[in-house]
């Protein structure tokens, strides 16, 4: 015996390709037990009111989106990717010298570099 598996996109043609392969003789049809037939539900479309961090995100988000625009259009340069990267090392170590002062422990720092370039002291 050979088994052939169907894959049906359109629910909707599932019950017609079912007659049809039950209608020629030799051929059984099964479901398979794993997937057994259900009605698919439309999800609902509700939607909530955001957060004032998720506002705020989904601004800074289409600033970002705006200036990627621009710089493909060549209306703006933006920086290079390094210096992003050192001013985050930065701040993550600028944080954790915070958080060190705050708790009286001795803990030693080296300032971070990264690429190759020392960080830029902030103005």
């Not at 043609?13 to 039950?22: D, G, M």
């Not at 939607?47 to 289409?62: C, D, G, N, S």
């Amino acid at each position: 015996m050979t088994r052939l598996i169907i894959h049906i996109n359109d629910p909707k043609q599932e019950k017609v390709v079912e007659e049809l392969l039950e209608g020629v003789k030799g051929i059984a049809v099964e479901r398979d037990p794993a997937k057994p037939k259900k009605k698919v539900r439309a999800k609902a479309n509700v939607k909530r009111k955001h957060t004032p961090a998720e506002k705020r995100f989904m601004a800074e988000l289409t600033q970002a989106m705006q200036e990627v625009k621009d710089h493909v259009s060549w209306k703006k340069k933006l920086g290079l990717a390094r210096d992003l990267l050192n001013e985050l090392v930065g701040s993550i170590h600028d944080r954790l010298r915070q958080s060190a002062e705050t708790t009286s422990e001795e803990v030693s720092f080296h300032e971070p570099r990264l690429c190759g370039t020392a960080r830029q002291p902030h103005a």
